[in-house]
Every structure is written in C-alpha cells, then in structure tokens.
C-alpha cells in the first residue's frame, strides 16, 4: 500500500483525527531501515524502483498547496502527519521539512498538531532530535525488547540496537510517544513473558506521557501472522495501567 503523493489525505485516523500525511520518499517505491514482517507497505525489496526523495522545497510547496486548498474548503486537519513509505528521518532534509511544516501549520491551520511516525534509530543523531523535539507528537517505535527478537519483527538494518535507542529516547524525558505492535508469529508471541515482561519495563524506564500499543489491521508481507484482541492487549499490560500509564489499545 505505497502512497503515490507527497502529501496525501486527509484520511481519519483513530489516532489522530482528520489526518493529512506526508512522504519524504519516493512515491513509487519504499525506502526504510527496518522491514518489518507486519508493514502495510509490503517488503523492501518489493518497492526498490523509485528511489527519488522529495526535496525540502518540492514538500514545502506541495504541503502549501494542499493546506490553502483545504482552508478554502473549510477542511479542518487535526494532523499533519509524516508517515509514508518508510522511515521518514531518512530523508536528509528531514530537519529543514520540519522547519518549514511548523511555519505552514502556523499559518493555515494552528490548531493542528505535526505528529512523526518514526522507528526511532536516528533519534541518538542530534540533527534528528532536535527536530523531533519541536513537533507535537513524535511516535517512536519499540516493537522487540531485545536485538534478537528485533531481528525477527523489525528485520533492521546491521547496527540496529535496542538499548541505544532507549538510551536516546531517554532524551525526550518522557514527553513523546512510545507505539509497539502486539503480534504472534510462529517464531515469537508479543505476549509471551519473556517478551511482555523486558517491554514493560523498558516503558517504565521512559515513561512515555502515551503508549500506543495496537496489532495487525491490514495484510501483511509475512504469512502467518495473528492479531491481538483489544481485550487481550488489555489484559496483558494491566500491570502498566494501574500503575497510571496512558495507554491507546487500536
């Protein structure tokens, strides 16, 4: 499911309401450093055709022609929202979009929030904190609580480590969003203690001020996998909300 645009929607979210998306990949192919066994947009190697990323001006002047045209519409966007085809923090003018959405936001639609889906494995790169740090909603991803288990759902590029990326989430001081697939596979069980039990407490280490925990809702490129119930979700990370953890099940 690969977006043809640069700026596409709005689409609703239950996340974030009235979403409008940006790309900073190519609309024709799938660029990421992870390719995760569950992703909607298919595996790497199946979107390698295009490999053309969106210049900070192309993004800029396309975000300006869709927010003027839906001011006109009287459209009101909840979101703007860097998703795509991909890690959006490798595109190297990430930081420089960033800039330039908050200034568009600003100007055409205030109340919006500027939300980044990221994988966090740029986040230790200070160029790339110090963007996420101005957005409203950075959703940081930690699926696996260990590197082996990462290897088995994430499928990350070589250097990926999961006590580096805690290390730099920490950073953030609690103030962004922690978002974890719950699945079973043949070879793991999101809800298996010696997954469940390490996850949770890496939540307790940072503290987010939102966990996002949600299961398969689309197709996926492996075969073979389960969804969760909201109930089982629920259930399992019981512990996390009696402790005052704010937790969205999807």
């Not at 940006?22 to 190697?45: H, M, Q, S, V």
């Not at 022609?65 to 929202?81: A, F, P, Q, V, Y």
């Not at 499928?155 to 990326?165: D, K, L, S």
Request: proline letters at 7%; glycine letters at 6%; a negative charge.
């Amino acid at each position: 499911m690969l977006r043809e645009e640069t700026v596409f929607g709005p689409i609703h979210s239950r996340r974030l309401g009235n979403s409008l998306g940006i790309n900073l990949l190519p609309t024709r192919g799938k660029i990421c450093n992870f390719d995760c066994i569950y992703c909607e947009c298919g595996w790497n190697a199946d979107g390698r055709d295009d490999t053309v990323l969106p210049t900070a001006a192309q993004v800029r002047s396309a975000l300006e022609d869709k927010l003027s045209g839906l001011m006109l519409e009287g459209t009101r966007i909840d979101s703007i929202t860097f998703s795509g085809d991909g890690e959006p923090t490798l595109n190297p003018e990430f930081p420089r979009i960033i800039d330039d959405t908050i200034r568009l936001r600003d100007a055409f639609c205030p109340e919006a929030r500027v939300s980044v889906l990221s994988n966090a494995t740029r986040v230790h790169m200070d160029e790339i904190f110090e963007a996420l740090r101005k957005v409203d909603n950075p959703i940081m991803k930690i699926d696996a609580p260990t590197d082996s288990l990462a290897a088995l759902i994430n499928r990350p590029a070589p250097g990926y480590n999961v006590a580096r990326v805690v290390e730099a989430l920490k950073r953030f001081e609690g103030d962004f969003v922690l978002q974890t697939m719950f699945l079973r596979a043949p070879d793991f069980d999101s809800g298996s203690p010696e997954v469940l039990f390490p996850w949770m407490e890496i939540v307790r280490t940072l503290r987010p001020r939102l966990v996002q925990v949600y299961t398969i809702d689309r197709p996926t490129p492996m075969q073979g996998l389960q969804k969760y119930s909201v109930e089982e979700m629920r259930s399992l990370v019981a512990p996390l909300l009696e402790e005052g953890f704010d937790i969205q099940f999807r």
